[in-house]
């Protein structure tokens, strides 16, 4: 199943999915398939080695190998798209990047102590 989501800095936004290709367990690696949603076409695949380290080693700390397999993408890029990926992977919500920041409405101010002496003062 494809997950949909978003990276950017200050000049582009990539809107992406990404999603598990199937592969061998005897090869105890995992590929991602990392597509743009406008053209599913152009693509990158990645893999790494967390099946090896989860399952034979049992080791829960150690940092996973990431390797870009086909396509081409910045170095800068394919790690925000990692790190989703990791994110992802442990259950983690998404970090909102600072472009989308700016979109979101504020929060509603904090009630001031003084609003219900206003109201009463209003209505008296």
């Not at 597509?35 to 996973?64: M, Q, S, V």
């Not at 396509?71 to 909102?96: C, D, F, R, T, Y």
Request: hydrophobic share 30%.
């Amino acid at each position: 199943m494809p997950h949909a989501f978003t990276i950017g800095n200050r000049y582009q936004t990539f809107h992406l999915t990404w999603e598990l290709l199937p592969t061998d367990p005897r090869r105890r690696i995992e590929r991602y398939k990392i597509a743009t949603l406008k053209d599913p076409e152009k693509y990158i695949i990645l893999e790494n080695n967390r099946p090896l380290i989860r399952g034979k080693y049992k080791l829960k700390n150690r940092r996973i190998d990431w390797n870009q397999v086909y396509g081409q993408m910045s170095a800068h890029n394919v790690e925000k798209i990692i790190e989703v990926i990791e994110n992802h992977l442990a259950g983690k919500q998404p970090a909102v990047t600072k472009n989308l920041q700016k979109t979101r409405k504020r929060p509603p101010s904090p009630r001031s102590p003084f609003d219900d002496q206003i109201r009463l003062n209003e209505e008296g």
